[in-house]
């Protein structure tokens, strides 16, 4: 008796970079800027071995010179090679970015779960970050980097503490929605713990978007540290950032305008590749925002 044998299912084909790679390469937009960024990062990272030059070198003798074949991005006011301090610089902006979104989200995530699961403290703690959020962050920071001592720790507290206000409300908002939920009542009705019911069942929630707001906590992080190491206030000008950089050619950029167009590429480069993954990673958590664009 011949047996009937189901059809196989049809296994639905996909693109093989697609699965290892995900919303990276969503769009062409977005596996550009996934390019564009990890460049910066590998070429941050192989610094000391790509640069042609010694970043704090001075030779007087050397300097504003137009690009060529010893200098390829000209040299600054100084003698020193602009290429070389704009792969030293790619550390140190990537560093206050990268530690700027960790401190921020950290601190925030804290602060903005208590908040959002104990009434009694949400009074207390939104009050004052309402009258953080009423001081422009670049003001901050200004106030913040001229008390202490000019650092790289400095300029990155003074970048963190006008983040996190924002980050405070989107945590609080998460967990008023959250603790409604049917299954974290019932949690609370079978007596669960109020850390244990924080870590399983509010925090888990909060992860998605924190990743997202980092992203852009990153970017903006990378743009203030320019604009105070611009202003002369941020890190010390020997460090080399793309920042400084560009405040060292400001006054001979209408001879030698490559001290400044060199790192401003570098740095508009980086804060639109962050920013462009950020919004593709919001879009990859949550669709219904892709459609809605």
Known sequence: ?????????????????????????????????????????????????????????????????????????????????????????????????????????????????????????????????????????????????????????TVIIAITVPQIPGVVRLVRAIVLSVREEPYVEAAVTLGTSTPKLLWRHVLPNTIAPMIVQGTFICASAILVEAILSFLGIGVPPEVPTWGNIMADGRQVFSLFPHNIIYPGVFLAATILAVNVLGDGLRDTIDPKMAKRV
């Open 1 to 153: 008796m011949a047996i009937d044998t189901l059809p196989e299912p049809s296994i639905p084909v996909t693109t093989p970079f697609r699965p290892r790679l995900g919303f990276l390469a969503a769009t062409p937009i977005i596996a550009i800027a996934t390019i564009c960024l990890a460049l910066v990062i590998l070429s941050a990272i192989l610094a000391p071995w790509l640069a042609p030059h010694d970043p704090l070198l001075l030779a007087p003798a050397q300097r504003l010179k137009p690009a060529s074949a010893q200098f390829l991005l000209g040299t600054d006011g100084y003698g020193r090679d602009v290429l070389s301090r704009i792969l030293f610089g790619g550390r140190i902006s990537l560093l206050i970015g990268l530690g700027a979104a960790v401190f921020s989200i950290s601190v925030g995530l804290v602060i903005g779960l208590f908040s959002g699961f104990f009434r009694w403290l949400d009074a207390i703690v939104m009050r004052i970050m309402d009258g953080l959020m009423a001081i422009p962050a670049i003001l901050l920071a200004i106030a913040m980097v001229s008390l202490f001592r000019s650092s790289v720790l």
